[in-house]
């Protein structure tokens, strides 16, 4: 398998699919690739997804994340950032490389753990997908009991919450509650373009304290 891995380029901004993948050859696909890499992952019941991000995929990945850790540190709230961690659960067969994810609800449950394992840990509060290049699988996530899961596609951020087998679209997320992201994280996003990232992260983070301040 090595061998055959190896053979694989996949160009920024592609991906390839493997079928008939067991769940044995899923792990050691997932030794051989290493954690130092590019390429994210997803398997969905013996189908293997290895997709490379473009540059402005990572970009928005970065600062998205970076946006929602500020928010939390406003709000006081812990939290533990786990970026493209591997997500994986052998009895649902389904696995995921979420761009960025956090433990916000659950975050004292997994604190200090090196090694997670969702058939004993929960899954990350929240999950961050860019959608540069449509890989986003919200069925794994809701597999694996996500329950909000952000999507940023076309210059528009989605939030969705999990109801039951499905995500839902709403309009505030229930966990940084009562601030409209949804209009102004893709604003900032483009002012980074235009003032640098900086300036533009203390810009948000005075806009994050005015809109608690008049909570």
Partial sequence: MLLELERIYVPPGQKVLLEKITWQEFETILEELGEHRSARIAYDNGLLEIMTPLPEHEVNKVVIGDFIKLILEELDIEFYPLGSTTFKNQIMQQGIEPDDCFYIQNEAKIRG??????????????ALEIDVTSRTHPHIYA????????????????????????YIEVEFSPTLPDLPLKDVIPQYLEQVKLSGRNKTMKAFRAWVREQLKSK
Wanted: hydrophobic share 35%; net charge neutral; proline share 11%.
């Fill in 143 to 166: 597999t694996l009991g996500v329950p909000e899961l952000w999507r940023f596609e076309q210059g528009k951020l989605q939030i969705n919450v999990l109801q039951g087998k499905n």
């Fill in 113 to 126: 753990k090196t090694r997670l394992d969702l058939t004993v840990d929960p899954p990350p509060d929240l």
